[in-house]
C-alpha cells in the first residue's frame, strides 16, 4: 500500500510562486503514473495535472496550461507541482494521488492520495 504526503501549501500574493511536493512511503511510485487535483470550497475536486510512470508524457487541465509544471523524481519517491503566475482562482487544497492508469483525468480513477494542502492565493 501507498502512503502519500503532501507539503508546500501556503499563501501567496497573486502573480506569485509555489512548489508542491508528495512524498510516498510504503511502495514504490515508479509503476504509477501521479497526479494533482484540487477542490476548492463549494466545488468539485477538479483534476490539475498528471505524470506518467516513466516521466516522458504529462497532462494539464485547462485552467493551468503553461503556469503549472509538474515532475517526479522516482529515486527519491517524490512528485512535485511547481506553480508560477498564481491567481486568486487558485486557491483550493490540493491533493497528490496515485494511478495505475494513463492518462488519469476523473478523480475515480487514482487509487491513493494525500492529505491535502492548502493553497491560498490572496493580496
Known amino acids: 500500500q501507498v502512503q502519500l504526503v503532501d507539503s508546500g501549501g501556503g499563501l501567496v500574493q497573486p502573480g506569485g510562486s509555489l512548489r508542491l511536493s508528495c512524498t510516498a512511503s510504503?511502495?514504490?511510485?515508479?509503476?504509477?503514473?501521479m497526479g494533482w487535483l484540487r477542490q476548492a470550497p463549494g466545488k468539485e475536486r477538479e483534476f490539475v495535472a498528471a505524470?506518467?510512470?516513466?516521466?516522458?508524457?504529462?497532462h494539464y487541465g485547462d485552467s493551468v496550461k503553461g503556469r503549472f509544471t509538474i515532475s517526479r523524481d522516482n529515486a527519491k519517491n517524490t512528485v512535485y507541482l511547481q506553480m508560477n503566475s498564481l491567481k486568486p482562482e487558485d486557491t483550493a487544497v490540493y491533493y497528490c494521488a496515485s494511478s495505475p492508469i494513463w492518462v488519469p483525468v476523473k478523480t475515480y480513477e487514482y487509487e491513493y492520495w494525500g492529505q491535502g494542502t492548502q493553497v491560498t492565493v490572496s493580496s
Open positions: 510504503g511502495s514504490t511510485l515508479s509503476h504509477y503514473a
Open positions: 505524470i506518467k510512470w516513466s516521466g516522458d508524457m504529462t
